[in-house]
C-alpha cells in the first residue's frame, strides 16, 4: 500500500511517499511561498507516483468542520497569501483519491499514537515548542477538532515572578507561545547564540515553568496517558527534566497515578518518531481514511 503525506509549514512543505507501516520510502522539500506555485509542485510530485491516499498536516488556523462552507480553508493565518485559501479543495480538484485535512499537530499526535511514543495509547497529547507552539489531542482514539480545533499554544498562564519579558504574540502577548516560542527565545535573549546559554541559565528556568503550567492544564483537562515534546526548542536537551521535575511540582501530588509520581520521565517524552512525527502523521491519516473508505 503506498500512502502519500505532506506536511505543511510556513517555510517548507515536506512531501513523502510511505507505506502503511509508517515508513518513509520517499520525501522532497519544497519552499513555502504562494498557494499555486507551491501547491503546483506538490501536485507535480504526486501525480508521478502511485499512492493511494493522501494525509495532510496543515499551519492553520483550519476549518475542520464538515458541515462549514469553508471545510478544508485556512482561515485567518498571517501568512496572506494563504488566507482563506481553499487547501482541501485544491487537492479534490487534482486526485481522486480520499485526501484528509488535519492540523500539523494533530497528525503529529496520531503518528506518535499509531507508530511512535505513545503507541497502542487512545489518549495521548502531541505539543511542539518551534516558530509557534501548538497542540494535538487524541482522546478515546479520536483527534479532537471540536468547535474549530484546539489553539493550545495560546493558554494564559501565571507569569514567574522575576521574568519581565513582554510576550510577542500578537493578540494575547503573554500567553505561552508568546513566551515560549522559538522566536520568543531570540527576542529574549537578545542576539546571543542559544548553543551558547547555560543549561542553568535562568531562561530554561522560565521555561520549564511555563511549559509545566501548560501540561499540568492539559494533564488536568484531557488526562493524557503520555504527552510528547516536540519542536525546534525542545532541541535543548536538559529542558525535557527540568519541566518533568516542575510538571510534579506544580501538580503538588494531586494526581495520584504512577505516571505522575514515579514514573514522569516515561510520560512526558519526546517525539518516538524523531522529526518524523509529522510526516508519519501525514502518512497515518491517509491509511485510516484509506480504512475508512
Ligand atoms: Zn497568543
Known amino acids: 500500500m503506498l500512502l502519500g503525506a505532506v506536511e505543511a509549514g510556513g517555510t517548507k512543505f515536506v512531501c513523502a511517499v510511505g507505506n502503511e507501516n509508517g515508513e518513509v520510502l520517499e520525501r522532497i522539500r519544497i519552499d513555502t511561498t504562494t498557494p499555486e506555485e507551491t501547491l503546483s509542485k506538490v501536485f507535480e510530485f504526486f501525480k508521478e507516483r502511485e499512492v493511494e491516499a493522501i494525509g ?5 488556523p483550519l476549518d475542520l468542520n464538515e458541515k462549514s462552507e469553508t471545510y478544508g480553508y485556512i482561515t485567518t493565518t498571517p501568512k496572506e497569501a494563504w488566507r482563506n485559501y481553499d487547501v482541501l ?4 480538484d487534482n486526485f481522486q483519491l480520499p485526501v484528509v485535512l488535519d492540523t500539523d499537530v494533530n497528525a503529529a ?4 499514537a499509531v507508530w511512535g511514543a505513545a503507541k497502542g495509547l487512545k489518549n495521548c497529547l502531541y505539543l511542539t515548542i518551534g516558530t509557534g507552539v501548538g497542540g494535538g489531542a487524541m482522546v478515546d482514539g479520536n483527534l479532537v477538532h471540536g468547535m474549530l ?3 493550545m499554544g495560546h493558554i494564559l498562564l501565571r507569569r514567574h515572578s522575576d ?8 493578540w494575547h502577548k503573554d500567553c505561552l507561545e508568546g513566551m515560549v516560542s522559538g522566536p520568543a527565545l531570540i527576542k529574549r ?3 546571543k547564540d542559544v548553543m551558547e546559554l547555560k543549561e542553568e541559565d535562568e531562561v530554561w528556568e522560565f521555561y520549564a515553568y511555563y511549559l ?15 504527552i510528547i515534546l516536540g519542536g525546534g526548542v525542545m532541541k535543548q536537551e536538559h529542558l525535557l527534566k527540568k519541566i518533568q521535575f516542575k510538571v510534579k511540582e506544580l501538580l503538588a501530588d494531586y494526581v495520584a497515578h504512577d505516571n505522575v509520581k514515579d514514573g514522569i520521565e516515561g510520560y512526558i517524552v519526546l517525539p518516538g518518531l524523531g522529526d518524523n512525527a509529522g510526516i508519519s ?3 497515518a491519516l491517509a491509511k485510516k481514511a484509506l480504512l475508512n473508505k
Do not use: W
Open 281 to 283: 502523521g501525514g502518512l
Open 189 to 191: 535573549i537578545k542576539g
Open 109 to 112: 499526535c496520531m503518528g506518535e
Open 89 to 92: 479543495g485544491a487537492f479534490k
Open 212 to 226: 509545566a503550567q501548560a501540561l499540568v492544564n492539559y494533564i488536568l483537562i484531557l488526562s493524557p496517558e503520555k
Open 149 to 151: 480545533h484546539p489553539e
Open 163 to 170: 521574568d519581565d519579558f513582554q510576550g510577542i504574540c500578537p
Open 56 to 60: 495532510l498536516g496543515f499551519f492553520g
